[in-house]
């Protein structure tokens, strides 16, 4: 399987990249964010609001699956859009993705000091300022700022031991998710799943559009086909295992949440989950093995991302669209160092933002990843009808009708974060996110272009030459 025109090293089996999709959807928001998916929606609402999510995704995996067996290059959605699509779709499809990715990295970076408090309440000192009504603490950002240095560091130095770490945690956090239903069943009430509807659509929707952000991290798995040492059918049948599993895991977190606190004590909750696994076993220790469940979570998750990330980002430098020494591989690692560093600067200063940045980055890094979606399902349809004789060692039955519901899915999602849709993106933050990234990625574009001759200033009055990739 060797591929000598490759400039990475074939290094990730399939338990590998098993574990770096399914630990970066699990992550960390199961464990701060459940309580609120179930009093928002209810308990079968908020189930509801992530089967709806997970049959977005399911239809949006099948075209991933597809195109990552025929096209097991570095980048993912980049490859697939710009062969489909071209140069200007590619970049609108990737550079929104690397945002999905990057809302995560910096998510997590805020989430870690979250989870800290929980087990040392009084570890934070040192005020330095108030960002929407929470209090910035000195010891707080140091937690996120110096965890996300650690991440970065182990990244620069290569896939393989990212994996490695990602396989033993995700295994540690899938036996404590085990333990905490198997409790959940069989002390939990189902007294306390009422109401099992709370805002009716509006309430399953609040939830359904945070779906596609804890969804995210099966599409890790094509950004770095390029280091997978196995079969092009094999990685297309492994994508869709991780959003199964996905699914099945958030179903029951939920379902164990939900036996385990009544809606009273779910007001009253800090970390609903790890608050539900003290019910359920009567111990606080159990709830402190839920919290080192989550801290793990936002290992995995935070690891998967940079891996992610990291690889879109070279693969958008490699093809101009973004500066060229973004493209660099470490000539020993055969890592993209400087990408890395540069979604490692985003998640060390993530949290000096505070807290309240957990839901703007679930919010508006859920929008780019729908619109990502939507165009690779696009793209899919694209090539499944001007490329019908490309190879395709995993063909999925009825493609057409497939891409086309991924296609209708998706857009009804994005659909959701408009103004005036009932889970509209809140401005001015949400929305601040959104508009700075694009101004961002126009300001690299232009540089790229400048820099390799592609665009002239203006006081030139000469054509823009057509991209070598168009």
Request: glycine letters at 10%; a neutral charge; hydrophobic letters at 55%.
């Amino acid at each position: 399987m060797a591929d000598e025109t490759s400039k990475f090293k074939k290094v990730l089996s399939s338990r590998d990249i098993l574990a770096l999709a399914f630990g970066a959807m699990i992550g960390w928001g199961w464990v701060v964010l459940a309580g609120g998916w179930v009093s928002k929606a209810g308990s079968l609402g908020a189930m509801l609001a992530f089967a709806l999510g997970g049959v977005m995704v399911i239809f949006v995996g099948l075209t991933y699956a597809e195109l990552t067996a025929a096209m097991p290059k570095c980048g993912g959605e980049h490859v697939f859009s710009h062969r489909a699509l071209g140069y200007n779709v590619s970049f609108v499809c990737t550079w929104a993705i690397v945002l999905g990715y990057v809302s995560v990295v910096a998510f997590e970076a805020v989430a870690l000091p979250t989870v800290i408090e929980y087990l040392f309440p009084d570890y934070k000192q040192g005020l330095m300022y108030n960002v929407a009504g929470w209090d910035v603490y000195l010891t707080w950002v140091l937690v996120g700022s110096l965890a996300s240095i650690a991440v970065t560091t182990l990244n620069y130095f290569g896939v393989k031991p990212a994996a490695l770490v990602q396989g033993v945690v995700t295994i540690l956090i899938a036996l404590v998710g085990i333990a905490f239903l198997g409790g959940a069943l069989t002390n939990g009430e189902t007294a306390n799943m009422t109401p099992l509807f709370i805002d009716g659509t509006k309430g399953i929707f609040a939830v359904a559009i945070m779906t596609p952000f804890m969804y995210v991290g099966f599409d890790v798995i094509p950004q770095a086909a390029e280091e997978i040492d196995m079969p092009p059918a094999k990685i297309g049948k492994i994508l869709l295992l991780s959003v199964v599993m996905a699914i099945v895991w958030y179903a029951a977190i939920i379902l164990g949440v939900s036996l385990a606190l009544d809606h009273a004590g779910l007001q009253g909750a800090k970390l609903a989950t790890a608050d539900s696994m003290q019910a359920v076993f009567s111990s606080p220790l159990a709830a402190k093995v839920m919290i080192i469940a989550g801290i793990g979570g936002i290992l995995t998750s935070w690891n998967s991302f940079f891996v992610g990330g990291s690889r879109a980002i070279y693969a958008m430098a490699d093809s101009g669209m973004l500066p060229r020494f973004l493209a660099f591989l470490h000539p020993k690692y055969k890592t993209p160092t400087n990408a890395i560093l540069m979604i490692g600067l985003f998640s060390s200063l993530a949290p000096l933002c505070g807290r309240k940045m957990l839901v703007w980055l679930v919010d508006a890094g859920g929008l780019a990843i729908v619109i990502s979606y939507f165009l690779v399902a696009l793209s899919f349809l694209v090539l499944r009808i001007r490329e019908p004789e490309m190879p395709r060692p995993y063909r999925i039955k009825a493609g057409k009708t497939v891409g086309v519901i991924a296609m209708v899915l998706s857009f009804g999602m994005a659909m959701l974060y408009m103004p005036g849709a009932p889970a509209a993106l809140a401005w001015p933050h949400e929305w601040a996110i959104m508009l700075g990234w694009w101004v961002l990625g126009g300001v690299l574009l232009l540089w790229a272009k400048l820099a390799s001759g592609t665009v002239h200033l203006p006081e030139t009055l000469e054509p823009e030459p057509a991209s070598e990739l168009e």
